[in-house]
Structure formats: C-alpha cells, structure tokens
C-alpha cells in the first residue's frame, strides 16, 4: 500500500519482518497496559500510535522511533482517530458480547471461534487503513521539506 502511495519506492524491502514484529509487541504492550487504566486511556494511546506501523515502513524508522514520531505526528488528531478506532473496533466489540450472550460457556463451537476470529482479522484490517490515512494526513511532503533547507 505504501509503495502505491508514492511513500517508498517500487521494489524496496523497507521496514522488515523483525521491525514489525517488534513495532507490533511494543504496541500491544503499550497499548494493553493503557487499557488496565481504563478503556479511555487505551483509545488514546492507540490513536497516538495509530501511524506507527506505516512510519516504520515508509520511513525506515526503528520500532521506538515510529511509536515516538506517531505520537508526535498525532497531537492534533487524537480525538478523530480515537472516534474513528471506535467505528473500527465496533464490530470486533459486537462479535465479543454476542459470542458471550449466545453461546454456551463450556463448549467452543466452530462457527462461533471462526466469527470472532473474522471479525479480529477485519478490524485490524481496518485499523492498518485508518494507519495509512493517519500517515498520508500527518507526514510531511519532500517539497515542503526541500523548501525547508533549500
């Protein structure tokens, strides 16, 4: 996606499988210790670290670096991207509370774990998406830059 946009060019290996592993561990990590506070501190966390991933692999940034420069990219825009996360995370809240209300506790059935994991699988699809238009609305253009130190 990031190579479409023009962020990285064609045939490039930027990132690495071991940044993202890493990027994705500190995150959830973050992100997991926000929400024992409460919910709200997790959304928070998660919409300053929302562009993270996508700086990581356009940038070449370090896993620290792109939560860092995430954070400071999304100053302006943590309210929307939380809102947005919400949007995003719904249906994954919905699949949680059915599979509670209307399933049985002891027993684990096929369609009931093959729900929840599809709806995991596409809100984190989503929340990539909301990571690329977070990058695409906060990164800034190597025009601006080049008039910058010209």
């Known amino acids: 996606m990031a190579q479409r946009q023009g962020w990285i ?3 490039s290996s930027a990132g690495g499988v071991l940044g993202l ?4 561990i ?5 992100v997991g210790l926000a929400c024992l506070l409460l919910l709200l501190p997790g959304l928070y966390v998660a919409a300053r670290w929302s562009a993270a991933g996508v700086i990581l692999v356009a940038e070449r940034a370090s896993p620290t670096e792109a939560l860092g420069e995430s954070w400071t ?4 825009w943590v309210g929307v991207i ?3 996360l919400c949007g995003v995370f719904l249906p994954l809240v919905a699949a949680g509370v059915a599979l509670a209300l209307w399933t049985d506790p002891g027993s684990t059935s096929v369609g009931a774990v093959a729900g929840t994991n599809l709806a995991i699988a596409l809100s984190y699809v989503c929340a990539w998406y909301v990571g690329m238009a977070v990058y ?6 190597q025009e601006e830059l080049e008039q910058v130190f010209a």
Do not use: F, I, Q
């Open 21 to 24: 592993l890493g990027l994705n």
């Open 82 to 84: 939380a809102l947005v």
């Open 136 to 141: 695409a609305r906060t990164r800034a253009s």
């Open 26 to 30: 500190l995150h959830t990590v973050g």
């Open 73 to 76: 990219r999304t100053r302006e």
């Open 9 to 11: 060019p064609p045939g």
